[in-house]
């Protein structure tokens, strides 16, 4: 069988509706040439994508790692028949929170200086990979551990932790604030591209509750309105300020490292020159911090 543009279209819309009724519908064909369609790709593939039941439908390890794929290369095609694409090619950096924090706006003005004939687009996508795998970006800034295949990282920079908290907490009155102060408090954790999770404590002295949010400005409102206290970077200060949060440094936990992350193989032509002015931006040269053991 030869798998043209249509079965990867199909297949996305299978995969965001959840059922083969609604994305039939969104189709406009009928369910059993979707179906068709679907084992089309399978046998194709010669790996089951969805595990099918009569109400729902959920995609297989394998499915979701096709899905990432198909995804990345309907974007590039339809970047390649972009008639403005002709004229220029933007480069598209994503990020799911604070870009590169206090030096986003040096960035994007050395840019806009160095290389007047390539736009450098910046876009906040509430991703793990803020669209990297997805093909949404060409590149991205991401904090943390990088752990999707089929990504390059550069280190750029390390930030320190700091608390977030709703201006009227009692530890606000702190100048620093440590793990163990933290823990009788729910704890506000972002499950799509956050960089804290429970194991940050140790697991005998765990906050008892946490608030799972999946975007920042989920995040940061449930911290304002008093119901959790959070953890962020340095970063988040200047791009959140905001009356109802205070920010205080976090004494004993380790700091989160900066990467710029693109795509293995060929790539936007202009993103070695990106990976360059952002650590000339940063600082290049400074030694980088090294996480505690």
């Known amino acids: ?11 996305l819309v299978i995969a965001e509706e959840g059922t083969i009724t609604r994305a039939a519908a969104r189709l ?38 096709f899905r990432d794929k198909a995804a990345a290369a309907l974007s590039a095609v339809d970047a390649a028949l972009d008639p403005g694409g002709l004229r ?15 030096h986003t706006v040096a960035l994007l003005r050395r840019w ?19 669209g990297l795998t997805r093909g949404a970006v060409d590149a991205a800034l991401l904090r943390g551990a990088v752990t999707a295949p089929g990504l390059r990282t550069e280190l750029l920079t390390w930030e320190e932790r700091v608390v977030v908290l709703p201006s009227d907490s009692p530890l606000a009155a702190l100048d620093r604030v440590t793990l163990a102060d933290l823990t009788p408090y729910p704890i506000a954790l972002n499950t799509v591209a956050g960089t804290t999770t429970m194991d940050l404590w140790p697991v005998s002295a765990r906050p008892g509750a946490s608030i799972e949010v999946t975007n920042t400005d989920e995040w940061l409102m449930a911290i304002a309105a008093g119901r959790a206290v959070g953890i962020s970077t340095t970063a988040t200060p200047g791009s959140h300020a905001h009356p109802s ?30 990976v360059a002015l952002a650590h000339d931006v940063v600082g290049a040269g400074t030694p980088p911090r090294i996480l505690p053991p």
């Not at 406009?28 to 089309?40: C, D, G, I, K, N």
């Not at 046998?43 to 959920?58: P, V």
């Not at 806009?112 to 803020?130: K, S, Y």
């Open 1 to 11: 069988m030869t798998v043209e543009l249509r079965h990867l279209r199909a297949f």
């Open 28 to 65: 406009h064909m009928s369910q059993p040439a979707l179906s068709r369609t679907l084992r089309q790709l399978e046998d194709h593939l010669g790996a089951r994508l969805a595990d099918r039941s009569t109400h729902h439908l959920e995609l297989t390890a394998d499915g979701r790692v």
């Open 88 to 102: 220029s090619w933007p480069l598209r950096l994503g990020h799911p929170w604070a870009a590169l924090g206090d």
């Open 112 to 130: 806009d200086e160095t290389h007047p004939g390539t736009r450098l687009e910046l876009l906040r996508v509430d991703d793990r990979t803020a």
């Open 245 to 274: 949060l205070v920010y205080r440094p976090l004494a004993d936990a380790p700091p989160v490292p900066v990467v710029l992350a693109w795509r293995e193989g060929k790539g936007h032509p202009a993103i070695p020159d990106l």
